[in-house]
């Protein structure tokens, strides 16, 4: 009994010290490379609201799968009625800006848009495709601030400042669970150090055994508006085509 | 009362110096207020918090941005397409850009330019790396002229220069912005052949100006009328009270103005100067008084008791005139009238303590046997003993024809006062000489309109916007209205939606038109929003329940743009029926709002002061005769100038609005003044005639003195630098001119004409 108490609390220090030892970059690095599965599928909701105008809803049908060290997502428009059979297809580089073609069935025609930064927009959404999970690290410099719980899980505080400093947000403060390395959230700074921006992550649960996102919102406080992506049937690693991300599959 | 009165002098004279003392530290204390004076002329100042035209301004700045574009004209030495020029205009648009004052900036090199290359819809700056030697002047021609939006909004006439349409940022506080806003833009075009146009162009100068004239005019009525005080008195005594009361009553003013956050603008600009002129009509009235009354021990003490309540219902009158404002919907006239009026009472104790102070050290030193001063003395000679005694006798002799003549006056200043015209003319404002006017006009001669007459259309029906119904409805709507003379360059997203199709088909002249098919448009409007660098949000919301229609128009008068808004709101329900919701946004509708509120004011606080000030003139004369009496030669000054703005064609406008009620509030006071030395005498049993005659040779001279530092005060505003307040100043001096004549002929003719036995 008394090894087994031992051992335990052997088990606990080391445990514990695993983690109080991590440096900044290890915990980013475990924030920014989750484990996602070799391939994704979900049905997203959009909802992107503004301080004008009633709020656009779009349904989306999301595919994503693992090219080596870069992926590629499908998306389809389910609804509104006039975009129903558009897709989207994205081939996110990890060292270059991504790649993007838009099928509009309409036209029958495939349109490849022109390489955009990472920080742009997401389908016209309060989010970027950086938001989505494709910063990378090298990027910023990063400090740890300290540690708070969000909804009742313990976070680390991460300061993040981008090297770039002509960068639209040149700080971030992220809130990294510390139980799962998911970012819960984040607060965008700009230039003049005002936060213009909050991303929060919320209903996250484990699917097929992997740490998930339902539920994300980007918050513009200074526009007064926000959009959020809702998840559901979440599938991983059903062995998506890799022919579902080529650009002459989209016709 | 008259207990009261006695309690009210003594209290005067014998705590003097405490007074005096005591109005000093309020003046200083307050005078920690003046580095907070600021100048607003913006037109968002005329209207409530809460007034729907302003809320609907406010939103369409939430939506779009701001309305308020700064045009700036560009020529180059050469060609507008050479590279030195462009390059020039890189650097210039890149700059803009990188300000946080600025949000877009429209211009041959920084105009988003989109095309279909290789299969990919580009979406990039006209220009968009630093033109170097591999730049070539036809690219840039040539991309130029394939965006009709572009070629229609950023070349002149005959190609020979451009025009970079810059949007500042919507901040709170435009006003205080707009000057550092135009100082950077200049800065940044300093080296280039430029002129700049647009409404914020012409509100900072009139704000400069306004600032130049206020502090030019307070001096210069200040020193006139020094002059004129002691040319007409001399006597150093009421010089010196002069100055003194001039000065703690400015200060006090301003102090409490700025305490209260207000901001001088192109009607209250004149208020300092008007509550001294009017202090200075009661210090006047005391001295002229005092010096009138029989030497002795109680000179000062009687004078005083017989001064105060007349002076205390002169401020009050003029008080009342300008409380009359606070009826008004305008935001800006209330607080005129509201600061003015606390002005004129301040400036009554001002004046009474003042003058009371220097009186008590005169009475005691000549123990109440000072002599008249020279100017006021009323020597049974002299020209205006004489003119007195002629004016006696000829309105005793020609009493009916006086009235008559009145009358027939009065009936032709009625019927050209039917002709008047409610207007405001912003840039007409300014004088032909001045640089901004000459640089609009010529902007608009060379290049064509550039004033944004903004229309919000809602189609009924979700996603209506993108209905190729309504969008080629619309693209008709443009073609119609630019063929209007007065209106140019309609924009709108059909502009987009068109160029979009063309270049996503085959790039030919005869694809530009709206997609056949909602889906059609609806997924090119998808792939054009993918891109970071489209513009949408200007044209659109992003809900596509709504659209901007932008139209260019003249910068003509707001009774103008009224019709313009008129023709354009009858050709959209010409076009749409009642299937849009249409919604005038942007500046103008507060420009032509303005109208309708300037007629308002006008009715409602000439109604007012004209009820308030006869009322209590009643009050004080406790006769309804009396009030009768009073009425009639204070009314037909302020109609023969109306007339004569109907006549000459001076529009009732934003700065001339106010001259009508506060006129009736400074005419009355010398007829009270008159009437009050009148009714004294005849109680005191002198016959009517010879009161007549005794209260025009005692009041005459102070009224004339008072009248000339009126007419002169008002009078210096001919050196104005902005239009409006040239003719505010004229106007009021001669509604003076003729209030002075009324009280002299007519006022003395309805006496007789009207005579009681008693």
């Given at each position: 009994m008394k090894k087994t108490i031992i051992a335990v609390c052997a088990l606990i220090v080391s445990f514990t010290i695993a983690y109080a030892e991590l440096t900044v970059e290890q915990i980013i690095s475990k924030a920014y490379n989750l484990e996602d599965g070799n391939d994704y599928t979900a049905t997203i909701n959009m909802k992107i609201v503004r301080p004008v105008g009633t709020p656009r809803e779009r349904d989306l049908q999301f595919f994503r799968k693992d090219f080596g060290a870069d992926s590629r997502s499908l998306i389809k428009f389910n609804s509104p009625a006039d975009v129903r059979g558009t897709s989207f297809l994205t081939w996110n580089n990890k060292n270059r800006d991504n790649d993007q073609w838009l099928f509009l069935p309409a036209l029958n025609k495939v349109r490849r848009i022109a390489a955009?930064?990472?920080?742009?927009s997401f389908m016209g959404s309060h989010f970027s495709y950086e938001d989505m999970?494709?910063?990378?690290?090298?990027?910023d410099t990063f400090k740890i601030t300290g540690s708070q719980p969000v909804d009742n899980s313990d976070c680390y505080v991460v300061e993040a400042l981008a090297k770039n400093k002509s960068e639209k947000y040149v700080k971030r403060v992220m809130s990294i669970r510390k139980d799962n390395f998911i970012i819960v959230r984040s607060d965008l700074f700009d230039s003049s150090g005002a936060l213009v921006k909050r991303y929060t992550a919320k209903n996250i649960k484990q699917i097929n055994g992997i740490w998930t996102i339902l539920s994300l919102k980007m918050e513009d406080l200074k526009e007064k508006g926000y959009s959020t992506l809702d998840f559901s049937n979440i599938q991983y690693n059903t062995g998506l085509s890799e022919r579902l991300f080529r650009v002459e599959a989209l016709q | 009362m008259n207990s009261l009165l006695n309690r009210i002098v003594d209290l005067i004279t014998e705590k003097k110096n405490y007074f005096l003392i005591g109005l000093i530290v309020l003046t200083i204390g307050l005078m920690a207020f003046l580095p907070k004076l600021k100048i607003d002329n913006a037109l968002e100042v005329w209207f409530l918090k809460d007034d729907p035209t302003l809320i609907n301004y406010n939103e369409f700045k939430k939506v779009y941005g701001n309305d308020e574009i700064i045009a700036v004209w560009v020529k180059p030495d050469t060609d507008i397409y050479s590279k030195e020029f462009v390059q020039k205009i890189y650097t210039i648009s890149k700059n803009l850009k990188q300000s946080p004052l600025i949000k877009r900036v429209i211009s041959i090199t920084s105009a988003p330019y989109m095309d279909s290359v290789n299969n990919e819809l580009k979406v990039e700056d006209?220009?968009?790396?630093?033109?170097?030697?591999?730049?070539?002047p036809e690219v840039l021609k040539e991309r130029l002229l394939f965006t009709p939006l572009w070629k229609k909004l950023m070349i002149n006439k005959d190609g020979s220069a451009i025009v970079v349409l810059v949007e500042p940022i919507v901040s709170e506080d435009m006003d205080a912005k707009r000057p550092e806003i135009l100082d950077f833009v200049k800065k940044t075009f300093a080296g280039t052949n430029y002129k700049l146009a647009g409404m914020g162009v012409v509100y900072d100068e009139l704000n400069k100006l306004s600032m130049r004239d206020s502090s030019l005019f307070t001096s210069l009525s200040f020193l006139l009328l020094l002059i004129s005080i002691f040319i007409l008195f001399r006597n150093r005594h009421v010089l010196f009270a002069s100055v003194i009361t001039m000065i703690i009553c400015t200060l006090l003013f301003v102090g409490i103005f700025c305490m209260f956050g207000q901001k001088f603008n192109m009607v209250s600009a004149v208020l300092p100067s008007l509550i001294v002129i009017l202090c200075l009509e009661d210090v006047i009235y005391i001295f002229a008084t005092y010096f009138d009354t029989k030497p002795g021990p109680n000179r000062l003490k009687e004078s005083l008791k017989h001064i105060l309540v007349p002076c205390f219902f002169t401020s009050l009158t003029t008080a009342l005139g300008f409380l009359s404002f606070v009826a008004s919907p305008m935001a800006i006239l209330k607080s005129f009238g509201i600061f003015a009026s606390i002005g004129v009472m301040l400036e009554y104790f001002v004046a009474v303590i003042v003058s009371a102070f220097i009186l008590v050290i005169i009475d005691k030193k000549t123990g109440g046997q000072a002599s008249m001063p020279a100017g006021l003395e009323t020597k049974n000679e002299g020209l205006v003993y004489t003119l007195v005694r002629w004016i006696s006798g000829f309105t005793q002799k020609n009493y009916k024809i006086v009235v008559a003549a009145s009358m027939v006056i009065l009936a032709i200043a009625i019927f050209f006062t039917s002709k008047l015209k409610v207007d405001t003319y912003t840039i007409e404002f300014l004088l032909d000489s001045n640089q901004v006017k000459k640089d609009s006009l010529f902007i608009e001669k060379d290049y064509g309109f550039y004033l944004p007459i903004e229309v919000r259309l809602k189609p009924r029906g979700a996603n209506g916007v993108k209905d190729p119904v309504f969008l080629n409805k619309l693209a008709d709507l443009q073609v119609q209205i630019e063929k209007h003379p007065n209106m140019s360059n309609a924009t709108s997203l059909v502009d987009i939606v068109k160029q979009l199709n063309r270049i996503l088909t085959d790039r030919n002249e005869s694809s530009y038109k709206n997609p056949d098919s909602k889906d059609k448009i609806a997924q090119e409007l998808l792939l054009y929003e993918m891109d970071e660098n489209n513009d949408l949000a200007n044209f659109v919301t992003s809900d596509y329940s709504e659209l901007r229609l932008t139209i260019r128009a003249p910068m003509v008068s707001s009774q103008n743009i009224k019709k313009m808004m008129g023709t354009i709101d009858t050709a959209i329900k010409n076009v749409y029926k009642d299937e849009v919701e249409v919604i005038f946004g942007g500046y103008i509708p507060l420009y032509v709002k303005l109208i309708d509120y300037i007629a308002e004011s006008q009715i409602s606080s000439f109604a007012i002061a004209f009820f308030l000030i006869f009322v209590s003139t009643g009050l004080l004369f406790r006769s309804f005769y009396y009030f009768m009496i009073t009425v009639i030669p204070n009314i037909v000054p302020i109609m023969m100038t109306l007339g004569i703005m109907g006549a000459a064609g001076i529009y009732l406008d934003i700065a001339t609005v106010t001259i009508a009620a506060l006129t009736i509030g400074l005419s009355v006071d010398n007829t009270i003044q008159f009437l009050y030395t009148y009714k004294k005498k005849i109680a005191e049993g002198i016959p009517m005639n010879d009161a007549i005659t005794d209260t025009l040779i005692t009041t005459g001279k102070p009224m004339f003195i008072s009248n000339a530092i009126l007419v002169i005060g008002f009078c210096v505003m001919i050196f104005a630098s902005v239009k409006s307040v040239i003719f505010f100043g004229l106007l009021i001096g001669l509604t003076m001119l003729f209030a002075i004549g009324c009280d002299l002929f007519l006022l003395p003719s309805l006496l007789l004409l009207f005579k009681r036995e008693k």
């Open positions: 955009g930064s990472k920080s742009q999970g494709n910063r990378s690290m090298s990027m | 006209l220009v968009n790396t630093s033109p170097d030697d591999t730049f070539k």
